[in-house]
């Protein structure tokens, strides 16, 4: 049967079909033919509960009986002001929430705020600074700041100049070269209106962990040369590296901060781009000097999304999800110390709940991730990669056991590689 739907990231060619998924219970999706496998990458990284947690269910049919959307475009309503509520409470040192759809929207949001930040007070900064290897969306401003060919090669030509600084692919000991060319760059570079960052570890880059202390000194430069510092934890906040706010626990101190993802888990679209006050100030004054941010999405803090993003914060605190986070990552490790002796594995990488594999698959024909979902989906397992490396981001809410046999299902995906 002809598909009408393109896949995202897919070399449509090498499919004949699609797994159609049917149904979703706990940590396991189940297809039209009744096979099940262990969601090993969150449904792309943002499930936390499972499919099927009734109290993120009930929670959005409560809303869609009262109000399933109503902009914010000259008014309010109680799901965004209680989300918003809860997020600056958890997220050090911000004080203002502006929603968006998705990660990339959010990181877009970002950008604006920071340029316009500088115009607002009559500085020409303008340019965005960012770490080679990271990444941050698939719009074209997100693909400014978290430029790769592999992903954006295509786009080249439409993509916009940003100041990209060189970071090590993995290991400790180049960091400190990445530090002395931020601060280079900063110094020589009075144009640079931002350093944009992932927070805690860059993602879609392979899993590129920092060495403790990165973080903290790339705020105090930021902050020595009067630069914001933008920090996206759309992958690697609210938990997946084990704390809500990953700036916090690594001490730095952020003047926007970006969360998608885990906001909802994964039950609805939306995104928050957080802002100190140093930075919401910048856009007030009266109509007529244009300060205000020329920015806005149709469905900014939908209701739907909004009470079920404040629903499943609320039970991160109910069910004590870090701790049970923070257990839970030693038996992932310990699994992938055991991943990373097997054949045709070149390096393993991890924090928390997110790891990356790479693997040694240039002898297969046809792409990785090809081989590894459908080998993956014999053991029972929804695996997804970013080119030979092989992402684990299993949601946050899983079991001991059922980590166990994500780990088994990972080693005998490779080892039938």
């Known amino acids: 049967m002809r598909s009408y739907v393109w896949h995202p990231n897919t070399q449509m060619s090498e499919w004949d079909s699609f797994q159609k998924i049917v149904s979703g219970d706990g940590m396991w999706l189940q297809d039209s033919t009744g096979h099940r496998m262990l ?48 997020l600056v409470g958890i997220c050090p040192g ?21 340029v316009q930040y500088w115009k607002n007070q009559g500085c020409p900064k303008h340019m965005l600074a960012s770490l080679s290897n990271g990444y941050h969306g698939d719009t074209v401003g997100a693909m400014s700041a978290g430029y790769s060919d592999a992903f954006f090669g295509a786009y080249y030509s439409m993509v916009p100049q940003s100041i990209r600084i060189p970071t090590p692919n993995h290991g400790v000991d180049d960091w400190n070269d990445t530090l002395n060319h931020i601060s280079e760059t900063l110094e020589s570079n009075q144009d640079i209106a931002a350093l944009v960052m992932e927070s805690g570890a860059q993602t879609a880059g392979g899993v590129v962990i920092y060495p403790d202390a990165f973080q903290d000194s790339v705020s105090q430069i930021c902050h020595k040369h009067d630069t914001l510092l ?30 998608s993802k885990m906001l909802t888990a994964g039950y609805m679209p939306l995104a928050a781009t957080l802002a100190t006050d140093k930075v919401y100030d910048a856009f007030l004054g009266d109509y007529s000097e244009s300060l205000h941010l020329f920015h806005g999405h149709t469905f900014s803090g939908n209701p739907l999304g909004a009470a079920v993003a404040h629903r499943n914060l609320e039970l ?11 257990r839970i990552s030693d038996v992932f490790a310990d699994g992938l110390k055991m991943i990373s002796d097997a054949p045709r594995v070149l390096d ?5 709940l997110l790891a990356g594999i790479d693997v040694d698959i240039t002898h297969n024909a046809q792409s990785a991730n090809y081989t590894i979902y459908q080998i993956g989906r014999k053991n029972d397992i929804y695996l997804r990669t970013l080119g030979d490396t092989i992402l684990v981001v299993p949601p946050l809410a899983i079991s001991g056991d059922e980590l166990s046999q994500i780990i088994t299902g990972v080693l005998n995906t490779i080892l039938a590689l």
């Open 316 to 326: 991160y605190e109910e069910r004590q999800l870090l701790q049970h986070v923070r």
């Open 94 to 114: 911000m004080e203002h929430v502006f929603y968006t759809d998705d990660g990339s929207t959010a990181m877009e949001s970002a950008f604006k705020m920071a």
């Open 39 to 86: 969601d090993a990458v969150s449904s792309m990284w943002c499930n936390v509960w499972g499919h099927s947690e009734s109290e993120l269910i009930n929670a959005l049919n409560s809303q869609a009986r009262t109000l399933p959307h109503s902009s914010l475009f000259n008014i309010t309503h109680t799901p965004a002001e209680s989300l918003a509520e809860c």
């Open 230 to 259: 933008v920090v996206d934890e759309v992958a690697t906040g609210l938990g997946r590296l084990s704390h809500m706010a990953e700036y916090a626990a690594l001490q730095s101190r952020p003047d926007i901060a970006v969360y």
């Open 348 to 352: 393993v990488r991890y924090k928390g």
